[in-house]
């Protein structure tokens, strides 16, 4: 054995190259002649089809599975909305002939009754305008 | 981008040589299922795909086998190169698929190739030294044998070791630099076995 190594590359060289059987090309070129099975032939040219299928139809079972087994819960309702109406003690709604009754009865009264005012707070009546009836009234009494 | 032959290359990139201009040409009669262009590119590759199987595989008989198939499904899918490569890197990484999954089929039906029979011999390096290759390559992993006869003998770059094999790069360098380490390792044994024997 020398003694400087020999590269590695040289020794895998120098490795023995197995021969080849003399039907090689042969077998080969029968191989790539010899019909393809029709499964073969369907598999190749449905495979893309297939898998695309496949994919969506299991992307649709996993969204329907989540979508089922999710529990139903109705919508909620405004959760401030709730907290205000629970507080107040519902307010019977005026009746119409009442409001239509009232002496001082002027443009925004029913719609000053149906708003909804806060029950706590009683907002000042402003003093009702004169009508021009009163004032001509009044001159026919000075009179 | 220019467009010749069976061979595409782009702008930019290396020119190919005239013997990748002829392979090239060569392969795209192969498309057309031309037996002629089959033969060539037998006569081109036969021997080195057998030698490469053979070393992966460690056994004579199933390397033919392999190398059978790998030319069969390398002609039937002959379109999946696209010619970005050189084909021999395609043609090799078919081969070291080949040759590990028949490694794979033969460990779970409990065989162990160990056919090898020399046959071819190089003159210039002693009988001991391939007996010393021959144990280094008994000691490596089919894919680390696989990485080393693609760098060492067929001079693939890492990258397209990388790309034949499906590793990263980096598990490419690594392997070599274990196998290249081991080799020196069984050679200082034997050289020292020797000195002492002396």
């Known amino acids: 054995m020398s003694n400087p190594p020999p590269t590695l590359a040289e020794a895998l060289r120098s490795l023995p190259v197995p021969p080849v059987s003399a039907g090689f090309d042969t077998r080969v070129l029968a191989a790539l002649e010899a019909p393809v099975p029709l499964w073969h032939r369907l598999w190749q ?40 109406y629970a507080a107040t003690p519902p307010t019977p709604l005026p009746s119409v002939d009442a409001i239509l009754d009232k002496p001082g009865l002027c443009a925004g009264s029913l719609a000053a009754a149906w708003s909804s005012p806060a029950p706590t707070e ?22 | 981008m220019i467009n010749a032959m069976a061979g595409h290359w782009e702008l930019g990139t290396e020119c190919p040589s005239r013997d990748e201009r002829e392979e090239s040409l060569w392969i795209a009669r192969a498309r057309t299922d031309d037996e002629a262009a089959y033969r060539w590119l037998l006569g081109q590759y036969r021997a080195r795909v057998v030698r490469l199987a053979a070393h992966v595989l460690r056994s004579n008989g199933d390397a033919e086998d392999v190398a059978q198939d790998t030319f069969v499904r390398a002609f039937q899918q002959l379109a999946k190169f696209r010619g970005q490569g050189r084909f021999s890197a395609w043609l090799f990484s078919i081969t070291v698929r080949l040759c590990l999954d028949r490694r794979r089929s033969a460990r779970t039906r409990c065989e162990v190739p160990a056919d090898t029979a020399p046959e071819a011999v190089s003159a210039d390096i002693p009988p001991e030294t391939r007996l010393l290759v021959d144990a280094l390559l008994d000691q490596l992993t089919p894919p680390m044998r696989a990485a080393l006869i693609l760098r060492e003998i067929e001079g693939f770059d890492y990258d397209e070791i990388a790309a034949a094999l499906k590793i990263p790069v980096g598990t ?15 050679w200082t044994a034997a050289q020292s076995e020797e000195n002492s024997h002396v």
Not at chain 1, 124 to 140: L, M, W
């Open chain 1, 45 to 84: 040219t449905t495979q893309p089809l297939l898998l695309g299928a496949s994919g969506s139809l299991a992307v649709t079972l996993v969204l329907l599975h989540v979508t089922l087994s999710a529990p139903a819960i109705a919508p909620s309702p405004d959760p401030i909305r709730v907290q205000t």
């Open chain 1, 122 to 143: 009683q907002t000042p009546r402003k003093p009702e305008p004169r009508r021009r009836a009163d004032i001509s009234q009044r001159g026919t009494l000075i009179a």
């Open chain 2, 172 to 186: 490419v360098r690594s392997r070599l630099h274990t196998a290249r380490a081991q080799f020196r390792d069984l």
